[in-house]
């Protein structure tokens, strides 16, 4: 897939094939993450890679009760680094650029998931905290995002997009 195609054919997959993902595939995806910019290319950001069935029981109640993410044979968790980030940017870098950074991350892996031909969803709702623990996560990462990963099981249409008038600036 060319990269507009795979930005075109991203979907948001919520329900996933009994089927493992071969590691293989797990690390392409990890490479392509590790290709994001970051801020200084400190790369303040964690990757938790969860295949633990009971780990995945637990992430599931603490991302109120989203099904995906017991369903999905492998579950991503980004953490931004925020403490790596301070030591070079200060409050600025604490405050913002990890969160940045990590999110970042989070997107390439979308797109290189869905280039692979796998499905995902950005799960966004979620205690903090309890991810936190449950993934061991160090006193100054903070979880951006959770990243169910499979084969769809569907693939929902694409939703309606705003025309650009409504999202653009011309300065």
């Known amino acids: ?69 017991l369903q999905a044979p492998v579950v991503l968790v980004f953490s931004a680094d925020k403490i790596r980030s301070q030591l070079k940017y200060s409050d600025r870098g604490y405050d913002l650029y990890a969160m940045q950074d990590a999110t970042i991350a989070a997107a390439y892996c979308q797109l290189a998931a869905t280039a692979l031909g796998l499905g995902c969803v950005w799960v966004g709702a979620f205690d903090p905290l309890e991810v936190s623990r449950l993934i061991g996560a160090g006193e100054h990462e903070m979880p951006v995002a959770v990243i169910p990963v499979g084969y769809p099981a569907e693939m929902p249409e694409g939703a309606g997009r705003k025309d650009l008038r409504e999202l653009v600036r011309e300065i």
Request: charged residues 35%; hydrophobic residues 40%.
């Open 1 to 69: 897939m060319d990269f507009f195609e795979t930005v075109e054919k991203r979907r948001s997959v919520r329900a996933f094939e009994k089927k493992g993902v071969d590691a293989k595939m797990i690390r392409k995806i990890l490479d392509t993450v590790n290709l994001a910019p970051s801020a200084g290319n400190l790369q303040a950001y964690k990757i938790y890679v969860v295949r633990n069935k009971k780990v995945k029981d637990d992430l599931v109640l603490a991302c109120m009760e989203q099904d995906s993410v």
